[in-house]
T-cell receptor, first 113, second 115 residues
């Protein structure tokens, strides 16, 4: 079983649609949670951190459920420029000995005009 | 300010050859990470440096892979006796101090193709 699992997609949605991505992680000791965005042939870039209380940044809302080990990302009013791969990421840091990110395979979003 | 830079951007080599990939982190960042991304996959952790020392090298796939960061800034990932399966994008990232939840900033990557 992969440590971080997400549906690879692709998700093909029309402009203006609302789309939701889900992700599960296996290690209950995971400490930090993120969504990264990766454009084709580019490096991953942080989209937003994810907190148990839920957090919102404009059209993007992220949610963490620690009990279910489940992370979500909601995108409202999709734009063509939202087309990218969205990577679900968790962070382990055991007493400072490591601070590695564990990535899911990514979910491909294609917003259609 | 300048972000993470990596050279070369592309590297084509033959099976069995030795390659070096370079990473220049953001100035002042003490934490540096190497990841490898194969086609259709998310990045996979290779090694983490805190300053000059490798704090965690558990992701290095075998002893053909080695990385150094002698002065606590620039890092070099070295691959000996390359194999076709080593073909991937090698990503470097840095963060300020390696604290939990810190943002890791990625470089553009080096695309390695082993023929």
């Amino acid at each position: 079983r992969k440590e971080v699992e997400q549906d690879p997609g692709p998700f093909n949605v029309p402009e203006g649609a609302t789309v939701a991505f889900n992700c599960t992680y296996s290690n209950s000791a995971s400490q930090s949670f993120f969504w990264y965005r990766q454009d084709c042939r580019k490096e991953p870039k942080l989209l937003m951190s994810v907190y148990s209380s839920g957090n919102e940044d404009g059209r993007f809302t992220a949610q963490l459920n620690r009990a279910s080990q489940y992370i979500s990302l909601l995108i409202r009013d999709s734009k063509l420029s939202d087309s990218a791969t969205y990577l679900c990421v968790v962070n382990f840091n055991y007493g400072g000995a490591t601070n590695k990110l564990i990535f899911g395979t990514g979910t491909l979003l294609a917003v259609q005009p | 300010g300048a972000g993470v830079s990596q050279t070369p951007s592309n590297k084509v080599t033959e099976k069995g050859k030795y390659v070096e990939l370079r990473c220049d982190p953001i100035s002042g960042h003490t934490a540096l990470y190497w990841y490898r991304q194969s086609l259709g996959q998310g990045p996979e952790f290779l090694i983490y440096f805190q300053g000059t020392g490798a704090a965690d090298d558990s992701g290095l796939p075998n002893d053909r892979f080695f990385a150094v960061r002698p002065e606590g800034s620039v890092s070099t990932l070295k691959i000996q006796r390359t194999e076709r399966g080593d073909s991937a994008v090698y990503l470097c990232a840095s963060s300020l101090a390696g604290g939990t939840g810190e943002t890791q900033y990625f470089g553009p990557g080096t695309r390695l193709l082993v023929l």
